[in-house]
């Protein structure tokens, strides 16, 4: 019942910036976790970002420093905030929301977007 789509991936150069936009449609997601997710070839999905219903947030070593998500509940949407991307940081990266234990832990999320390619240049 809740649909999510994501916006704002493309191609930029090492050191760039990018901003990811995540709506939702269908239910409110206030009450939900939200996190960022990302998978590059080859390699498994691994948790970029999360943020809580109550606003906490907790990020990847990665990208600690970098990148920063934020929510704003009126509109249902999340974002991520991608500066001084670095090639490693090309991958396809999913919004997904959820009630969930662990934020880590992709399993527990309800609702997942389609994703977003981020492609980042040396």
């Known amino acids: 019942q809740v649909q999510l789509v994501e916006s704002g991936g493309g191609l930029v150069q090492a050191g760039g910036s990018l901003r990811l936009s995540c709506v939702a449609s269908?239910?409110?997601?206030?009450?939900?976790?939200m996190a960022w997710f990302r998978q590059a070839p080859g390699k498994e999905r691994e948790l970029v970002a999360a943020?809580?219903?109550?606003?906490?947030?907790v990020y990847a070593d990665s990208v600690k420093g970098r990148f920063t998500i934020s929510r704003v509940n009126a509109k249902d949407t999340v974002y991520l905030q991608m500066n001084s991307l670095k090639p490693e940081d090309t991958a396809v990266y999913c919004c997904?929301?959820?009630?969930?234990?662990?934020?880590?832990?992709?399993?527990?999320?309800?609702?997942w977007g389609q994703g977003t390619q981020v492609t980042v240049s040396s």
């Open positions: 269908g239910r409110t997601v206030s009450g939900y976790d």
């Open positions: 997904a929301a959820g009630a969930v234990s662990r934020l880590r832990n992709a399993r527990e999320y309800r609702h």
């Open positions: 943020v809580t219903s109550g606003g906490n947030t």
